[in-house]
């Protein structure tokens, strides 16, 4: 089945540092990826949905300059935050859709990225 | 609105008994699809089952099936013959519109618990 892979699992860095989270479609294409934000005991919060070779589509109150999405090819997009802060720590877990299937087949999802920040 | 809603953050269940998790959704658009993940502790979320607007028979696979309720805008899941390994966060997700690359609306999950 169609396997999304999510580096790194787990991150622990000091307030101010930026971290990138790499999404990657390993066995197919995705011209679109969506990231999700989860706090303990919560549900799946979508962030943005990143396009292939064109802007993120940000949700309302996320802030596209402290989460920089990059969708550079059809295998990976990269979530960068930016000058994180402890309030940044949080689980974070993207998903793809193979473009070429119809749409009832599911998002595949990365296994996540828990983020620290000290 | 909400576009999900899980009502149960808990349940319970003995092992080898069926449980039930609700959802009901809200939409206007004609099309849509709704679908169940399972999350382990572990984080991952593991897609187990799709009903799609138009389909006219419930969704099964394997030990889940989907209670699909049109008129009432429900979309339970049913586990049968529980196993301790589903012990889980589940949730009840609805992709609005027909369109391939439409994002996905989770609801707020129920936790399940299955007692040996």
């Known amino acids: 089945g169609a396997v999304v892979s999510q580096h790194p699992s787990w991150v622990i860095c000091k307030s101010g540092t930026s971290v990138k989270i790499e999404c990657r479609s390993l066995?197919?294409?995705?011209?679109?990826m969506f990231w999700y934000r989860q706090f303990p005991k919560q549900s799946l919060m979508l962030m943005a949905t990143?396009?292939?070779?064109?802007?993120?589509?940000?949700e309302q109150g996320v802030e596209k300059d402290k989460f920089l999405i990059n969708h550079a090819s059809l295998t990976l997009s990269t979530l960068t935050v930016t000058s994180a802060h402890p309030e940044d720590s949080s689980f974070y877990i993207c998903s793809a859709r193979d473009r070429r299937v119809s749409s009832n087949q599911p998002q595949h999802f990365g296994d996540g990225t828990r983020l620290s920040i000290l | 609105a909400q576009k999900i809603t899980q009502t149960q953050p808990g349940m319970f269940v003995q092992e080898k008994e069926a449980v039930t998790l609700d959802c009901t959704y809200d939409t206007s658009d004609p099309s849509y699809g709704l679908f169940w993940y399972k999350q382990p502790s572990s984080g991952e979320m593991i897609f187990l089952i799709y009903q799609g607007s138009y389909d006219q028979q419930n969704a099964t696979e394997g030990r889940y099936s989907l209670n699909f309720q049109k008129a009432r805008k429900s979309a339970n899941l049913v586990i049968s013959a529980s196993q301790l390994g589903d012990s889980a966060m589940y949730f009840c997700a609805m992709r609005e519109g027909g369109g391939n690359f439409n994002k996905f609306y989770f609801g707020s999950g129920t936790k399940l618990n299955v007692k040996p």
């Open positions: 990143s396009n292939e070779g064109s802007k993120a589509t940000y």
């Open positions: 066995d197919f294409q995705a011209t679109t």
